[in-house]
């Protein structure tokens, strides 16, 4: 049981003008389940890697207690009995091969005597429903898979306070609704406090004990009981909604797959499938984590082997050169950082000013984008600095603008909060409208997506195929 | 074996054919090499991959030394041919069929390396697969910005490298956050120890090697 208490806290990251975190004050209960919500780029990561102590806070900054106990004061090799943090990337957070040689790491830096690690190892993997990902390499598990184990580790390490950071953009429900139960019995049954930064506030209402937002002030505020219905009903209304999207029959067909199969390692992913998605119309593709969603769009720009044959309009794409085909057919890849060529926005902008294949985003509409999407004033920044948000935002950006005939996405509103969602939407609704690329889109989050879609494939149970529902 | 003083011994070996020119001694450490990986159930597959990759080198420097050479140039080519061999063979008896972790966990528990290097290294080492997709990634990448990243371009390795220490930050974070901190006391679930059998057998080795090279008259 820990009572977290924050105390004039104040940081600024060295090459920001304005500090992020303006002496904010405010205590999270033990015990508690606190939801830390407020727009991408206000600070949620920096304040929970302060509260972690993997950033560390400069004296006369105000400070961080656990219990009255100054976080600078905590031994460091205490402070995972005291604090865990669960990252929002669910790739880099790991550092062994298995999922079990991981979670032996944890124990071991928790100086746990090693009779009791199978006990403990067992428990928690059970605790997640994850036994029988024991012995897998963490290298071929899904975002889902790989979030799961970092609960997992958490729950071994037995920490007092949980801390999450955007723990679920890459996660389907199902996955994000069983890691959220977990959660909710660690604090009921084992008394953990937890808090969690989320944008998307779906589901949160009946399983939360408080809602602190961060406010324009750089400060926290908690949001008065009263006022909660009002800020998940923006989230419950896709619960709502009732889209069903017909079966394509007609079209040119785009890409055609021909007895197409996938595997990852010794898994397969895709039982031998024929399958037409056509141009001009906006697919999108939903499917449960770990199905093999990614691992297609790898396979449609030739990043990842397949059996079988894949056509792009008509043509065998393993015969056609990477380079031309490339200009056709381009990925938006999840993680916005592996499409950044450059140091800063500016250069980044410049650079596909330069290789774009058609003339719609000029200057003036480059601004105009900048300005819609929130990123006007950054131009000048280094592109890694900028948060997982605004990155997600500009990456977008970077690809709209080349323009290429299809455009891939891999779940591109990961991390985004619902003003930039709809922002984005709306850019990319005009963006279409005027260039009739054809897009084909992987999301779990569908809050907002929806007027852009035109017609759906499940990809589930090593099948893939259309569906009107999702 | 305990895999350092496998390692020792192998180093050991490694320096003592690099000084000495005995053709005999050679083969015999490369026949000595495939009876121990068959005994650890190495594929003959693997052991033919290790015959035919090293011939190109050892050719060329048999050709090198049989040409160019001074003194008794025929010895001295059939050293270096066969001397190639000893080191791929022996080299192989390590890495097929020692596993890193293994390595890792001898260094630092009997060896006191700083647990950071050692965990730094296997973490290194399990990020090598991922380094070579990410090239790949990389050069596609460019490619649908509309720009041919070669093998040669700087924008390349600066994206790699950037690539590289952002995964370094991430990692060093992702190790504190499950508790780990440098220079603290840990325990350890897999026990390496080094027995005296390990000694005996380093003991014997390095007997066995000055043997080989100091006693026995070899043709």
């Given amino acids: ?43 949620k990561s920096t304040l929970l890697k302060l509260m972690t102590g993997l950033l560390s806070l ?33 790739n880099q957070q790991f550092a062994m091969d298995t999922v079990e040689n991981e979670l032996i790491f944890a124990l071991e830096n928790r100086q746990l005597p090693p009779q009791q690690m199978p006990q403990r190892l067992t428990a928690a993997l059970d605790f997640v429903g994850i036994s029988h990902l024991r012995h897998r390499h963490l290298n071929h598990l899904s975002g889902g898979e790989k979030q799961k184990v970092a609960l997992a580790v958490i729950v071994a390490m037995d920490s007092d306070v949980i801390l999450l950071d955007e723990p679920f953009a890459s996660v389907d429900p199902t996955a994000r609704a069983s890691l959220l139960r977990r959660l909710v019995r660690l604090r009921d049954e084992a008394g953990k406090t937890i808090i969690l930064a989320d944008h998307d506030l779906t589901d949160y209402e009946p399983l939360i004990d408080n809602v602190v937002r961060i406010t324009a002030e750089h400060t926290l505020a908690i949001v008065p009981q009263v006022q909660q219905p009002a800020l998940f009903q923006a989230f419950n209304q896709r619960v709502s909604t009732h889209t069903t999207w017909p079966t394509p029959t ?62 792009y309009l008509g043509n065998d794409i393993q015969k056609l050169k990477r380079k031309a085909y490339a200009r056709q057919v381009a990925l938006l890849f999840q993680d916005a950082e592996t499409q950044f060529l450059n140091i800063t926005v500016a250069e ?14 000029t200057p003036a509409h480059i601004d105009a984008a900048l300005q819609q999407l929130n990123l006007a004033g950054h131009q000048d920044q280094v592109i890694y600095t900028l948060s997982e948000g605004q990155k997600k935002k500009l990456q977008i950006l970077l690809m709209l603008i080349m323009q290429s005939p299809v455009l891939l996405l891999d779940e591109p509103l990961k991390g985004l909060d619902l003003a930039s969602i709809n922002a984005l939407v709306q850019l990319l609704q005009t963006t279409l409208a ?6 084909i889109i992987i999301s779990h989050q569908l809050t907002g997506l929806t007027p852009l879609i035109d017609c759906h494939l499940r990809f589930d149970q090593h099948q893939l195929q259309y569906q009107e529902v999702t | 074996m305990n895999p350092s003083i496998k390692l020792l011994l192998l180093l050991v070996i490694a320096l003592e054919i690099s000084f000495t020119m005995i053709i005999s001694l050679n083969v015999a450490l490369v026949v000595l090499a495939i ?32 040409i160019n050479g001074s003194g008794d140039k025929t010895l001295m080519a059939w050293v270096l041919f066969t001397r190639i061999y000893a080191f791929v063979f022996t080299g192989a008896t390590f890495t097929l069929t020692t596993n890193i972790l293994q390595l890792a966990d001898a260094l630092e528990q009997n060896w006191h390396l700083p647990s950071k290097f050692a965990y730094g290294v296997l973490a290194a080492y399990n990020l090598v697969p991922k380094i070579q997709h990410e090239v790949k990634v990389i050069r596609a990448a460019g490619l649908m910005r509309g720009q041919q990243l070669s093998f040669w371009s700087p924008q390349l390795y600066f994206k790699a490298i950037l690539v ?22 840990r325990t350890h679930y897999r026990h390496s120890a080094v027995h005296a059998r390990d000694w005996i057998i380093l003991g014997l080795g390095i007997i066995g090697m000055q043997i080989g090279v100091f006693v026995i008259p070899w043709h």
């Fill in chain 1, 250 to 311: 007609s079209g040119t067909p785009l890409f055609q797959l021909k007895q197409v199969t996938l595997q990852q390692a010794q898994h397969q992913l895709l039982e031998p499938t024929d399958l037409t998605i056509y141009q001009h119309q906006t697919t999108l593709i939903t499917g449960p984590n770990g199905s093999g969603k990614s691992t297609l769009f790898e396979a449609l720009v030739r990043l990842q082997a397949f059996s079988g044959q894949l056509t």
């Fill in chain 2, 164 to 185: 590289s220490i952002n995964w370094s930050q991430n990692l060093a974070q992702a190790m504190a956050s499950h508790g780990f901190v440098e220079d603290a006391p």
């Fill in chain 1, 58 to 90: 400069p004296a006369n900054q105000g400070s961080i207690s656990f219990n009255q106990t100054n976080l600078a004061a905590i031994v460091p090799t205490d402070r995972a009995a005291q604090v865990a943090l669960m990252f929002q990337n669910p």
């Fill in chain 1, 1 to 43: 049981m820990a009572t977290i208490t924050l105390h004039n806290l104040t940081f600024s990251y060295p090459e920001a003008v304005a500090p992020i975190l303006d002496q904010v004050n405010l205590t999270f209960a033990s015990g508690q389940f606190t939801l830390l919500t407020g727009p991408s780029g206000t600070g």
């Fill in chain 1, 434 to 439: 005027a260039t009739q690329q054809t897009l």
């Fill in chain 2, 35 to 66: 009876i121990y990986l068959g005994l650890h159930g190495t594929k003959l597959k693997t052991l033919a991959w290790l015959l035919v990759v090293p011939l190109l080198p050892a050719i060329g420097l048999w050709s090198t030394q049989y």
């Fill in chain 1, 348 to 361: 980044e902008l410049a650079q596909c000013q330069k290789y774009a294949y058609g003339d719609y985003f």
